[in-house]
Nanobody, 124 residues
Framework: QVQLVESGGGLVQAGGSLRLSCVCS????????MGWFRQAPGKERAFVAS????????DNADSVKGRFTISRDNVKNTVYLQMNSLKPEDTAIYYC?????????????????WGQGTQVTVSS
């Protein structure tokens, strides 16, 4: 079993920055590709970014390209999402997910484990 615990969410003004962290425990971290998804009220869960087990392959949703950066530290068993130039439409609950595979996916159904989520609110 894999446990994922996110942190780093909060309230920020438009144009500001936040860094989300997700600590993975329970299994070998490098067996998993990791992803970040978000869900706004009344909307479906949406892909944000993914990263392969080695960190060598990264994918970003068009809506966050140039603003968000996903990274991982395989020593600390942690994946990060650095979010810059935040916009009110980035407001959502952000979820970390682990996929038992080498590479990530844009499909939330492809992931095996999920964190509890962390709220990000961007005020205008």
């Amino acid at each position: 079993q894999v446990q994922l615990v996110e942190s780093g969410g909060g309230l920020v003004q438009a144009g500001g920055s936040l860094r989300l962290s997700c600590v993975c425990s329970g299994r070998t971290f490098t067996n998993y590709a990791m992803g970040w998804f978000r869900q706004a009220p009344g909307k479906e869960r949406a892909f944000v970014a993914s990263i392969s087990w080695s960190g060598g392959v990264i994918d970003n949703a068009d809506s966050v390209k140039g603003r968000f950066t996903i990274s991982r530290d395989n020593v600390k068993n942690t994946v990060y999402l650095q979010m810059n130039s935040l916009k009110p439409e980035d407001t959502a609950i952000y979820y970390c997910a682990a996929r038992l595979a080498g590479s990530g996916s844009r499909r939330f159904q492809a992931y095996d484990y999920w964190g509890q989520g962390t709220q990000v609110t961007v005020s205008s």
